[in-house]
C-alpha cells in the first residue's frame, strides 16, 4: 500500500508577491525612520548642551568664574591649576563627550550670547545649515 504525501509550499509567485510588498512597505516607511533618528540626534545634543550648562554652572559656583576659552570644558573634568576652589570633577564621566555625530563641542567664554557660548554644528560640522545640519546652541 503505497500513501502519498501531498507536499506543500509557496509558489513563486506567492514569494514575489510576499517580496514586493515588504520592498514597497520599506520605501514608504524608511524614510519615516531615517527623519526621526535625525532629529533623536538633534535632541541628545541639546540635552548635552543642558548637562553641559549645568556643570559650567557648579563650576561658576565654586570659582566665581566659568572655565576661559583656553581651558575649555576639559576645567570640568580637571582643575585647570588657577582654579583655587576647584571642586570638581562636574561632569559624571571621565572624559568630555562629543556631540551625537562623533563632532567636537564648540565652547568659548566669554560667549557673544552670555558668558558661554557652547554648540554643535550639527551633522556637517559647519556652521549653519537647516534640518540635520542646524547648529545646536546653548543660548536658545
Same mark, same amino acid.
Not at 102 to 121: A, E, H, I, K
Given at each position: 500500500?503505497? $500513501?502519498?504525501?501531498?507536499? $506543500?509550499?509557496? %509558489?513563486?509567485?506567492?514569494?514575489? @508577491?510576499?517580496? $514586493?510588498?515588504?520592498?514597497?512597505?520599506?520605501?514608504?516607511?524608511? /524614510?519615516? @525612520?531615517? =527623519?526621526?533618528?535625525?532629529?533623536?540626534? %538633534? #535632541?541628545?545634543?541639546?540635552? *548635552?548642551?543642558?548637562?553641559?550648562?549645568?556643570?559650567?554652572?557648579? !563650576?561658576?559656583?565654586?570659582n566665581?568664574? &566659568? /572655565?576661559? +576659552?583656553?581651558?575649555g570644558?576639559?576645567?570640568?573634568? *580637571?582643575? /585647570?591649576?588657577?582654579?583655587?576652589?576647584?571642586?570638581g /570633577?562636574?561632569?559624571? =564621566?571621565? +572624559?568630555?563627550?562629543?556631540?551625537?555625530?562623533?563632532? #567636537?563641542?564648540? &565652547?568659548? %567664554?566669554?560667549?557673544?550670547?552670555?558668558? !558661554?557660548?557652547? %554648540?554643535? &554644528?550639527?551633522? #556637517?560640522?559647519?556652521?549653519?545649515? #537647516?534640518?540635520?545640519?542646524?547648529?545646536?546652541?546653548?543660548?536658545?
Amino acid at each position: 500500500m503505497h $500513501t502519498h504525501v501531498k507536499q $506543500t509550499g509557496f %509558489s513563486l509567485i506567492e514569494l514575489l @508577491v510576499v517580496l $514586493t510588498i515588504i520592498a514597497l512597505l520599506g520605501a514608504v516607511v524608511g /524614510p519615516q @525612520v531615517i =527623519k526621526h533618528l535625525g532629529g533623536a540626534k %538633534s #535632541d541628545v545634543a541639546k540635552m *548635552q548642551i543642558e548637562d553641559f550648562g549645568a556643570a559650567l554652572d557648579l !563650576y561658576y559656583l565654586d570659582n566665581g568664574r &566659568y /572655565p576661559s +576659552s583656553d581651558e575649555g570644558l576639559s576645567a570640568l573634568l *580637571q582643575s /585647570p591649576g588657577n582654579a583655587d576652589r576647584w571642586n570638581g /570633577p562636574y561632569l559624571r =564621566k571621565n +572624559s568630555i563627550p562629543q556631540d551625537a555625530w562623533g563632532n #567636537d563641542y564648540q &565652547y568659548v %567664554s566669554p560667549g557673544q550670547n552670555g558668558p !558661554y557660548d557652547l %554648540s554643535s &554644528y550639527g551633522a #556637517d560640522n559647519a556652521a549653519g545649515g #537647516d534640518g540635520e545640519d542646524k547648529d545646536i546652541v546653548s543660548w536658545e
